[in-house]
């Protein structure tokens, strides 16, 4: 067997053990085995890589991984659960950038007239969809990290200028398939990594988990064009099957919001709300606010508790306070599990994460679907820092801007009680009916003060 | 860069996004940021396409994207498959068999 027949053996092993980590994510108790499976994929595909024919400065390859390790490692180990979205986006943000660099690269290699115009287009979809990951990572990754607002940035004739420069970069790409030059891919490479910007500019935090998973099917393209360039089939398969895991999760997150992906990317959605109703004001309508005590007495004499965390527990760092309270009340025979809305938290399935943290099994972990048959029977339903994903008004108010949006049934329980810091409307800035409802009763405080209490008083009982 | 194979990659391009899209529909939502953070580990095999580029570069401005390019992709590949370890070692079942709650007492009651 030749080397390059060895290369390429090895290359197919690697792209199995890159779709068998994917199949270990289909369970919970498989899922761990498979990243493993995943990353041994991943050492021998760079083994090989070293002994490639024609290959050489392996010293300084060694030097730049080195460097990427002394970042990433420390980076990935220290993250906090609740940094997650952001980590995601980084690693994303700079794999986009890797992929636009290869392809860019590679180009720059061979004369430019030498190129069929297939293969121009390879390049040109590799550095543009990469440059425009990169950029659009970094500013989702501002955006979360608070270093700017996560609220919608708009200006006038915002969509006008951004059809521009999308315009601009489709007109590029059809000059450089005519004349391929280094400098029009170049100042493509430019309007690209603007676009990035101007793209996610807009976009709300709120929106920001739709926006994560559309970027990693970004990247994961961009990936499979540099494979095209590179005539690599472990670069295609593998940035493939990234490309078809984002876009099938963006359509999914969109699905869990209510909403179609363009009104997602470019309505702003939250600007406009938010300047209107951002208020601290109940309309003059009152709302019943309970004792730390008489929550105790009512969740502790319950058959059944449904706990709906939102992002306000994680912010609150109140998991391991949450899961305190689950366990006391299920001492007393109280049957308690978690419902977890599909965008709760700020990116896909973030907030079954930071429950696991807390030593939640993820058998009372349920989803939307399954807990939604379960609302009707329960006592109380406990919804923790989380507004908008239970907010009827996604049912029956036409006019707001949630509607549509599937949600947690908790108006369904016989009692609901909301754990709240103050009346303020959620991350998408629309107030919640739920407030005001009869069977509701509300504690104000940092979810964390009001959990402790919680737990203390139903210790006292 | 020869051009022979286009079709070749084309075919598995498109298989993949078969393979892709059956895997994928078949993740519970419980594991949607693990299987976003485990795809992004994924995508880090760019750090393959990385080293080649650097390993036959010509001049400074080739060897320089090219180490930029190393070091950006091997950061996505170490941080990715860390982070995704990180997360799934928490998700844990129920420790032994599910415990005996007994009989439920009578006097709770739905709404005290």
Partial sequence: MSLVTGIKVVDLVAAVCFILALAGLSNPKSARMGNLVGASGMLVALGITFATPGLSRFGLMIGAMAIGVAIGAPAARLVKMTAMPQMVAAFNGVGGGAAALVSLVEFLKVPPSTFATYQIVEVLLGVTIG????????????????????RPVTYPGQQFFNGLIGAGIVGLVIAACVTPHTSLIVIVAILALAFGVVFVLPIGGADVPVLISLLNSFTGLAVAAS???????????????????????????????????????FSAFGAVITASQSTESTGGRSVRAGSAEDIAILLAYSRKVIIVPGYGLAV????????????????????????????????????????????????????????????????????VGANDVVNPAARNAPDSPIYGMPILNVDEAKNIVFLKRSMRPGFAGIDNELLFNPKTTLLFGDAKDSLTKLVAEVKAL | ?????????????????????????????????????????????ILV??????????????????????????LNVVGGFVVTDRMLEMFKGRQGPPSDKGPKDDTRVGEP
């Fill in chain 1, 227 to 265: 494979g095209f360039v590179l005539n690599s089939v472990l670069l295609v398969v593998a940035g493939t099957l990234v490309g078809a895991s984002g876009t099938l999760l963006t359509r999914m997150m969109s699905k869990a919001m209510g909403r179609s992906l363009p009104n997602i990317l």
């Fill in chain 1, 131 to 150: 440059c425009v990951s990169f950029a659009g990572s970094a500013i989702s990754f501002a955006k979360l990290q608070e270093l700017m607002s996560g």
């Fill in chain 1, 316 to 383: 609150a760092q109140a998991q391991h306070v949450a899961k305190e309270l689950a366990d006391l009340l299920e001492a007393r025979g109280v049957e308690v599990f978690f419902a977890i809305h599909p965008v709760a938290g700020r990116m896909p399935g973030h907030m079954n994460v930071l429950m696991a943290e807390a030593n939640v099994p993820y058998e009372e972990l349920k989803e939307m679907d399954l807990a939604n048959g379960e609302f009707a029977t329960a006592d109380v339903a406990l919804v």
């Fill in chain 2, 49 to 74: 396409g990385a080293m080649t580029i650097l390993g036959t570069a010509h001049g400074t401005t080739q060897i320089v994207l090219g180490f930029l390019a190393v070091v950006l992709a091997t």
């Fill in chain 2, 1 to 45: 860069m020869s051009g022979t194979n286009i079709l070749e990659l084309v075919t598995v391009f498109v298989l993949a996004v078969f393979v892709g899209f059956e895997v994928i529909s078949k993740v519970p939502s419980i594991l949607h940021t693990p299987l976003m953070s485990g795809t992004n580990a994924i995508h880090g095999v």
